[in-house]
Nanobody, 125 residues
Framework: QVQLVESGGGSVQPGGSLRLSCAAS????????MSWFRQGPGKEREFVAA????????NTADSVKGRFTISRDNTKNTVYLQMISLKPEDTAVYYC??????????????????WGQGTQVTVSS
């Protein structure tokens, strides 16, 4: 069955860094666009970053541009989110997702077919 398993979350001080990983199985990872979304306390789920099947197309939310970088390794069926200069407002549960619209890097949740369970990121002093 399809699985997306996020890891790498945790607690960090403002200005710190984390790298999230999402390991995929049960589908042909290299044929899917991948993304990260997040949901903060009391907020709706929001788009963070996305990458097409071969990395040729990416999208990043303005709120994290210059601080967060999405990447993928199709040989390891894994997508990553490198986060630097973290801020308290980055506190959220981070989800990875997979979309069959593989040539694009969709920003909209409805474009995604599979979702992980999420990993908590807390930024606090």
């Amino acid at each position: 069955q399809v699985q997306l398993v996020e890891s790498g979350g945790g607690s960090v001080q403002p200005g710190g860094s984390l790298r999230l990983s999402c390991a995929a199985s049960g589908f042909t990872f290299s044929l899917y666009a991948m993304s990260w979304f997040r949901q903060g306390p009391g907020k709706e789920r929001e788009f963070v970053a996305a990458m097409s099947w071969n990395g040729g197309s990416t999208n990043t939310a303005d709120s994290v541009k210059g601080r967060f970088t999405i990447s993928r390794d199709n040989t390891k069926n894994t997508v990553y989110l490198q986060m630097i200069s973290l801020k308290p407002e980055d506190t959220a549960v981070y989800y990875c997702a997979a979309s069959g619209s593989s040539h694009y890097a969709p920003r909209f949740a409805r474009a995604y077919d599979y979702w992980g369970q999420g990993t908590q990121v807390t930024v606090s002093s």
